[in-house]
């Protein structure tokens, strides 16, 4: 059972990564990338990180994807499509990283046997998480509401009227 | 409480500035524009902090807040440098913010968390923590860099400042990620432990592509060649106090960070372990970037037309100085150059400051023609930071690179020394070139006569005394970094 969902979720990823790729309307590309997201959401909770898996849904699929959407109907990227799809140069440095890619994959896969993946592991439940954050990393989090109280001031600063 | 490690004390400094920040931010809501009782506010609490950090000595090496901060000799004297620049800055920004009218209360508010980001650098025992004091640091700075926004530059400024930021950001915490993974801690004291011993073949593969990336998420905030490529624009386009803070404190506080990672966390042992082999690899890295940030860096300045350019490759330069002290693994070198550097640099820049004018319109070198007996209060300054700038005997200059060279020579790097001299030789150059416009060119138009504010001779005296006093009696500053040292942290050996 866990095998098979995990085949799905899998593969529901990759095709949707490549479908990220392939689309040439930008808010297809995003919307696959949607798919990604949510894919990788179920492969978290078959590792029993369902915190992560719930900040996964909240963060990237609520929050950032719905930015890119904004970002992308605002700038109504269409007209910019024909530019983008002309630039051979960057078609040959493919070449090169494709191979680097293909070649970090084939040790992966040659490696997976020795490196177990670390499951079964209580780290991404919520409880370890507002464990760790309240008490070992409780300086970290109070300056992060310092550092979110200078992007707010930033804001207001840059967008303030003249 | 005890067993969290809750010890306000320990975050003293950043306390205070945090809530003189937000104290500056209220008051500009409630009664908005009040520049002089703003900005003195913000002065006064940047002189607590470095007071609550002085207060951290007696404290001796203390970690706290589960070993995320460490209140060490280093933290103490790169708090009081990152100090001594934003009382500067405060002070060179006085008369651009009337000009430019800017409301002084959030600019001043910004400068404040901007600071505690990076006192938080320093302070930092922690990867996690170093990472968040360092956005702290450039989300703040990103924002001062764009401030003037009907101004084409410098939002350019702003927003390559950003882009190539995020950049380096996303490579940094990619590195911390992988060093993570090899060593199963983010904490520096306990990386230290872990790799004074032997690791397996695949962590240590891990663990090298992630000190690479630290690297190069280090070498974009300190500026140095072949990341340094966002500097010049951004040093050219902020106004131009932004620019003098950008090239002092961060930096300082980006050179803490650098040395407690890798001269103290990373440092080789001499004996069968991790550090060891991942020593010899960070050590010839950081010696092609240390080499190709002086050379570069001086002899691009050469051909620059823009003062505020050309102090960007100089900035660069001293960067890749500053970088053999940190391969001698001479932090106290480091502090004091880093000292000087601020004190000589915003100096400097706060002639350009005053020189350029509303807009940022006079930054030509060629602008500087004729200024030396119409205006001596500015040109003999300028004269004497760029003497010390390029290290001459008697200015504080000479003293810190000496130390630097001297340490470095000590430790086995005679190469690189070399190189540093014949670098600096070259950098006599461009800065002498100002100082003989200056002096001995005709102006093309009457040259303006530009009033003086108190603030500015403030800062004159300041940095001017501080110059003179580290180049011609340096001791008393030696003898409290040699204190210093005794006082290094437990995690470090």
């Not at chain 1, 808010?27 to 990788?40: F, I, K």
């Not at chain 2, 990672?261 to 991790?274: K, M």
Request: aromatic share 12%; hydrophobic share 60%; glycine share 8%.
């Amino acid at each position: 059972m866990e095998r098979a969902l995990f085949l799905i979720f899998a593969l529901t990823a990759i095709v949707a990564a490549f479908n990220i790729l392939l689309r040439r309307h930008p808010l297809h590309s995003a919307l696959a990338l949607l798919v990604v997201l949510g894919a990788l959401t179920g492969l978290y909770i078959l590792l029993g990180a369902y915190f992560l898996a719930m900040m996964q849904v909240v963060i990237y699929a609520g929050a950032v994807l719905v930015l890119f959407l904004f970002v992308i109907m605002l700038l109504n990227i269409r007209a910019e499509e024909a530019r983008l799809e002309r630039r051979p140069f960057f078609r040959w440095l493919a070449v090169p990283f494709a191979l680097l890619l293909g070649a970090e994959t084939f040790y992966l896969v040659r490696t997976f046997e020795e490196n177990p993946s670390p499951s079964g592991t209580s780290i991404g439940v919520t409880e370890a998480v507002g464990r760790e954050l309240f008490t070992t990393y409780l300086l970290p989090f109070e300056v992060t509401s310092i550092v979110l109280l200078i992007a707010i001031l930033g804001a207001v600063v840059l967008a303030r009227r003249g | 409480m005890e067993s969290l490690g809750i010890t306000y004390r320990v975050i003293g400094p950043e306390l205070v500035l945090t809530v003189t920040g937000v104290l500056v931010m209220l008051l500009e809501a409630f009664s908005p524009g009040k520049k002089v009782r703003d900005g003195i506010l913000a002065a006064a609490g940047v002189v607590l902090a470095g007071v609550a950090a002085l207060a951290l000595w007696d404290e001796g090496p203390v970690m706290a807040f589960s070993q995320m901060v460490i209140a060490d000799g280093l933290r103490v004297f790169f708090t009081l440098v990152i100090v001594l620049g934003t009382l500067l800055t405060i002070l060179v920004s006085w008369s651009f913010l009337d000009e430019e009218r800017i409301p002084p209360g959030e600019y001043f508010a910004l400068l404040l968390f901007g600071t505690v980001g990076m006192t938080l650098l320093v302070a930092s025992n922690d990867l996690m923590m170093l990472f968040l004091a360092l956005e702290t640091i450039t989300i703040a700075t990103y924002v001062l860099a764009g401030y003037r926004r009907e101004d084409l530059r410098s939002t350019e400024s702003a927003l390559k400042y950003f882009l190539l930021g995020a950049f380096s950001s996303a490579f940094l915490l990619y590195g911390i990620v992988l060093i993570y993974g090899a060593t199963r801690t983010t904490n520096l004291a306990e990386m230290a432990r872990i790799m004074s011993g032997p690791l397996e073949e695949a962590e240590i593969v891990l663990l090298m592509a992630g000190v690479a990336m630290l690297l190069i998420g280090f070498g974009f905030k300190v500026t140095t060649v072949p990341f340094h490529v966002w500097t010049p624009d951004v040093y050219e386009g902020a106004p131009t106090p932004v620019t003098a803070f950008l090239s002092t404190a961060p930096k300082a506080a980006g050179f803490a960070a650098f040395l407690r990672v890798f001269s103290l966390t990373f440092a080789p042992l001499g004996i069968e372990s991790a550090a060891d082999q991942l020593a010899s690899h960070w050590v010839s890295a950081v010696t092609a970037m240390s080499i190709l940030s002086m050379t570069f860096g001086n002899f691009v300045a050469i051909v620059q037309t823009n003062i505020k350019r050309m102090l960007a490759y100089s900035s660069i330069a001293h960067a890749g100085y500053v970088l053999i002290g940190v391969l001698a693994r001479d932090w106290a070198a480091v502090a004091f150059y880093m000292l000087v550097y601020t004190l000589m640099n915003l100096g400097g820049f706060a002639i350009v400051a005053l020189w350029a004018r509303r807009g940022d319109k006079w930054v030509l070198i060629a602008d500087y023609a004729g200024l030396g007996f119409r205006q001596p209060l500015l040109s003999f300054p300028l004269a004497i930071f760029l003497v010390s700038l390029a290290g001459f005997p008697g200015t504080a200059g000479f003293v810190a690179k000496f130390w630097l060279f001297k340490s470095a020579w000590g430790a086995g790097f005679q190469e690189l020394v070399l190189i540093g001299v014949l670098n600096t030789v070259v950098s006599v150059y461009y800065y002498l070139y100002v100082v003989i416009v200056m002096f001995f060119r005709e102006p093309k138009e009457e040259v303006p006569r530009i009033p003086l504010s108190r603030a500015f001779m403030t800062t004159m005296v300041v940095a001017l005394v501080g110059v003179f006093y580290l180049g011609l009696l340096p001791t008393r500053v030696f003898a409290f970094l040699n204190a210093a040292q005794n006082l290094l942290a437990i995690g470090a050996r």
